[in-house]
């Protein structure tokens, strides 16, 4: 028997020697660009609020009003009595604007895929992920009992040969629409194409595009034109760009059918709380009534690397809201972070396992909630740390 205070205690050591160690900060007050931390301004290029409306006056005043008429928790899961009219007219509104036959709310974009994953596969299946896919589609695949590959990062040669070596029954490629510490987005077009030959079903997570990308913030597989026949498994989370929280499934009828019948995070669940429900109703109305959010984060978004190119800054490959800056080492990423920090400037350090051993990262995430002169702060103490050789230089 080992004593269990010994045992984690080894674990935790070992965790901090590595520089892998992790602390959360505790803040006071909403989500936006200009946090108060121990009494510190910190402005802050780290949260997923995209399009800055966790902290929006409709959102809020949607919340307030629904607690007022339906009380806060829904009491019980989506298949007892949790179902409100609110509900349900979320998965109304989120089927038109990702233009697919219906939606179905999950309580968060961890258990969505989870649940779809399990419902949908068992031992005689097959599930190929992209090396660089988020934690929760891993998970979904390894819990799914399904035989569990991994292709090289939007490699079609590598997938195309593991779908054709095996002799699974049904077969699920699942990709992240834009890969959450690196920025850049999946082949969706490829993608279906080859999934389409090869009789494979496609579903693609898009938590950091729904909200951002397409016509109206309909998100990745509109952006790329992939019809719902294309992707028929379309995931998307409301806690990033909607400002809200919780995440959808939108398909065709038989999908979510299935979904409710089968899917254990579904039904073994509570159903969100239905203000929460409403605020995500006022989210996806502002998607097209403040359509000047899309504009200015993508104004953002060009400026940054436009900047960041011309000082030489590690970018890596993203079009997105997410602009990582390559460093290598867990400890070097700390310490950049840290000297950042000094400077009232909060960018999270992301090291292993988050992403592979060796690319440590800062990841700078960009919202409609920054002006450009929270850009050139960034920038102009990006640049200092560059003069002093501790962030890497290359060509422009
Ligand atoms: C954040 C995230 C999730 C999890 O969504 P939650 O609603 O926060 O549980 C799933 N997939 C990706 C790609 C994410 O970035």
Redesign the pocket.
Known sequence: MHNLEHTLGADLNQRRLNHLYRRRLSHRGPQTPELNINGQALLAFCS?DYLGLANHPQLISNAQKACADYGVGAGASHLVVGHTDLHHQLEEVLAEVTQRPRALLFS??????IGVMNSLLDRQDAVYQDRL??A??LDGGLLSSAKFQRYRHNDMLDLARQLTSTEARRHLVAT?A???MDGDSALLKPLSQLCNEQQAWLMI?D??GFGVLGPNGGGSALAQDLTTAECPIY?A????ALGS???FVAGSDALVESLIQFSRNYIYTTALPPAIAAASLAAVQLLKDEAWRQQHLNHLISLFKQQAKSLGLPLMPSDTAIQPLMVGSSQGALQLSELLKEQGLLVTAIRPPTVPKGTARLRITLSAAHTESHLHQLLQALAQLQQQGLLASVEG
């Open positions: 997923n968060s974009g961890y258990m969505a895929n896919n988020h929760s589609l992240d834009v890969f959450s997570d938590a950091h995931m989370t409301l806690g990033k929280y919780g995440a």
